[in-house]
T-cell receptor
Framework: TQLLEQSPQFLSIQEGENLTVYCNSS?????LQWYRQEPGEGPVLLVT?????EVKKLKRLTFQFGDARKDSSLHITAAQPGDTGLYLC??????????FGTGTRLTIIP | DTGVSQNPRHKITKRGQNVTFRCDPI?????LYWYRQTLGQGPEFLTY????????KSRLLSDRFSAERPKGSFSTLEIQRTEQGDSAMYLC?????????????FGPGTRLTVL
């Protein structure tokens, strides 16, 4: 059974600060996706990473895929209240389904 | 709006009743997935279809659960004899398998409450 661990589980920071959340597994991902989910809504895709060492940027969000494809990080620069939400990483381990982490619940305090 | 849609958005039912949810995927997507999400957890895989064929089912999908995708377009998920433990958000996702890429796009979910 592949497990995805996300850390931290909860993060509350002031507007304007930077933060990083992590996603780790003991197994190699064939690909990994990051989603953000608002209460009562489905996850919204932020990015897909496939290649080890890959870095993708989406405005103030930077996503990194580990060289060994077992870990990933999401870095947010100058956090804004609109960044508040549940951030989920989801990996594929060579099969078709996504295995999700438990998520990082981020709160940005104005 | 050409995203994934799910109906109903909310369903409240009494224990023992049957419920059915519908998912309409993005039109050109050949794959459709069902997930379940309980409070404070990430979504858990239930089953997926490629076109009309159901290719994988999780052991979470007990005999009371059945999913169909009869024409390879929309899908239904039925829960028979609902139990309080079935209360959760049921999420549908769709994707278009092309080579190695298979990015899944999620619908807004159906929140089920079993009283």
């Amino acid at each position: 059974t592949q497990l995805l661990e996300q850390s931290p589980q909860f993060l509350s920071i002031q507007e304007g600060e930077n933060l990083t959340v992590y996603c780790n597994s003991s197994s190699v991902f064939s690909s990994l996706q990051w989603y953000r989910q608002e209460p009562g809504e489905g996850p919204v895709l932020l990015v897909t990473v496939v290649t080890g060492g890959e870095v993708k940027k989406l405005k103030r969000l930077t996503f990194q895929f580990g060289d060994a494809r077992k870990d990933s990080s999401l870095h947010i620069t100058a956090a804004q209240p609109g960044d508040t939400g549940l951030y989920l990483c989801a990996g594929r381990f060579g099969n078709e389904k996504l295995t999700f982490g438990t998520g990082t619940r981020l709160t940005i305090i104005p | 709006d050409t995203g994934v849609s799910q109906n109903p958005r909310h369903k409240i039912t009494k224990r023992g009743q049957n419920v059915t949810f519908r998912c309409d995927p993005i039109s050109e997507h050949n794959r459709l997935y069902w997930y379940r999400q309980t409070l404070g957890q990430g979504p858990e895989f239930l089953t997926y279809f490629q076109n009309e064929a159901q290719l994988e089912k999780s052991r979470l999908l007990s005999d009371r659960f059945s999913a169909e995708r009869p024409k390879g377009s929309f899908s239904t998920l039925e829960i028979q004899r609902t139990e309080q433990g079935d209360s959760a958000m049921y999420l549908c996702a769709s994707s278009f398998r092309q080579g190695f890429a298979d990015t899944q796009y999620f619908g807004p979910g159906t929140r089920l409450t079993v009283l």
